[in-house]
């Protein structure tokens, strides 16, 4: 499983930002039933938004949110986006804060929530087949009420914050500056996988969105190197 959760357990509250630059909370739904998939404009899952706009179009009893882990902004999510004609809700996550609240180190992960914000089930693609595992779970009532939220640190921001300076470099046309924050953001985090590929965007993002993903090009770069400091 992609989460450290196991089912059953609640989830900590995940505060973000919407496309539209709203804050906004998994929080705001209880009550209901919510669809996570955490995806990335970088990543081949941005083939799976329209499957997620399919469920959404068929349940629209359960809420979807979609999280894009972009740390250039909302300009490439939303090129996919609106290619799913999605109407579900857009989340952004620029900071990696995902990776810090609910211990997630990878994208395209798909995220069933029960409406006391409890994990119902996680897997490792939104495809057909976990699509399908879905139907009986929805049925299934909530968890106890009372159900413990995890504790998070909530002081140990130095990734969110180094990825903010990424952005704010990225903003001044910074890009080496901008690469050398993420790379920091490495050193602190080496087992987090959303941070490394973002890299290779910023270096070379002809390989990521002037057509299909260059796969073959990614097989024969060298992994990303932490840069302490």
């Not at 949110?65 to 996919?80: F, K, L, N």
Request: aromatic share 6%.
């Amino acid at each position: 499983m992609s989460l450290p959760y196991r089912p059953g357990d609640r989830l900590p509250d995940l505060r973000l930002g919407s496309m539209g630059g709203n804050s906004v909370s998994i929080r705001d739904h209880r009550g209901r039933k919510v669809l996570v998939y955490v995806w990335a404009s970088w990543c081949e899952c941005r083939e799976r938004l329209g499957a997620l706009q399919e469920f959404h179009g068929k349940r629209p009893d359960v809420a979807v949110v979609s999280i894009a882990c972009d740390v250039t902004g909302p300009e490439h999510p939303m090129r996919y986006l609106r290619k799913a004609g999605a109407a579900f809700e857009m989340w952004i996550d620029a900071t990696c804060a995902i990776s810090r609240r609910w211990g997630l180190k990878r994208v395209s992960v798909p995220i069933l929530l029960d409406e006391e914000g409890s994990l119902l089930k996680a897997g490792n693609a939104l495809d057909a087949a976990f699509l399908a595992e879905l139907e009986p779970l929805l049925a299934r009532p909530a968890a106890r009420k009372d159900a413990p939220e995890p504790r998070v640190d909530t002081r140990n921001t130095r990734v969110e914050i180094l990825m903010q300076a990424c952005t704010n470099f990225l903003s001044r046309k910074r890009t080496d500056d901008a690469v050398a924050a993420l790379r920091k953001a490495l050193a602190l985090d080496p087992e987090n996988r959303i941070i490394p590929k973002q890299v290779w965007v910023l270096r070379n993002p002809e390989k990521f969105y002037s057509g299909p993903i260059d796969m073959d090009w990614q097989a024969a770069q060298p992994p990303v190197t932490p840069l302490e400091g």
